[in-house]
């Protein structure tokens, strides 16, 4: 039971942490229809440079640093480059490729950067752990579920009660409509690439915090773990992101804690786990958890 329990826990860790990086493919998705691949880029940018100031700044000042920076970053990456020729949606498929020449271009600077070191984001949880009854806990793993519960409480909060979510909201709805109310849509996807990216910065802290050795050039690539759970609840919902998060996190969890009683199905099948559970879920429901059919006028 307690082995268990250690499971489930460090499945909503995982689950909580993937949410964030889900809500970035999500915010992207909705603004823009834009499936963005640099995504893990950008998570691996913000680890970097967390990791690179903190000795400096000292963790808070360095978070807030590269949460800025990663921010400012996909922002830039959206105006001047995928806007470039004004944001039409009937080109997303051909945006969608850029960010894919884009993902290449960072994770080759900072893979030259990182080489096979491994680096130290100076977080203040350490190895440390701390028992919750019958269960040992990481204390990195209850930072990581406490800090992404507010963070993305108050992400649903701007989605709900902000001017910027309500025309996000009304763009992803129908873009004509929303540009002749007089939704500044080049300024709502822009910031909605913003906030993705601040998303991604800060999840980079609990991927590369204990268990983990630290920040490695791969670590960017545990971001597409987070792929799947937001195409499980629905490209285009938030709740949906989080509840396919949750669902790829206790996978993932339980499949690598039971390993030895699945060996039948290959010792590296923790990896494929999240891939399995999209596929079979979307053979049920093929628009996701919380997909719903679209309205089509004939």
Known sequence: ?????????????????????????????????VMNFAHGSLLLLGGYLTAVLHDDLGFAGALAVSVL????VAGAMDRFLLQAGGPDQHTAHVQTIV?????????????????????????????SVSGIGPVTVADSRIAAIVVSAVVIAGVFALFRYTSWGLSLRAAAEDV???????????????LAWCLAGALAALAAVFLAAFPAPGLERTTGQIALKAFPAAILGGMASPPGALAGSLLIGMTEALVAGYQSDLHVLGEGFGDVAPYAVMVLVLLVRPTGLFGGKAAVRV
């Open 1 to 33: 039971m307690t082995s268990f329990l250690d499971n489930v826990f460090n499945g909503l860790a995982l689950g909580a942490v993937y949410a964030l990086v889900a809500l970035g493919f999500v915010i992207i998705f909705k603004a823009s229809g």
């Open 69 to 72: 920076v990663t921010a400012a």
């Open 99 to 127: 960010t894919i020449g884009v993902d290449i271009l960072i994770l080759t600077d900072l893979s030259r950067r990182i080489g096979g070191d491994l680096l130290s984001l100076g977080d203040p949880w350490g190895d």
């Open 176 to 190: 004509e409509a929303a540009s002749l109310m007089g939704v500044r849509l080049v300024r709502v996807r822009m």
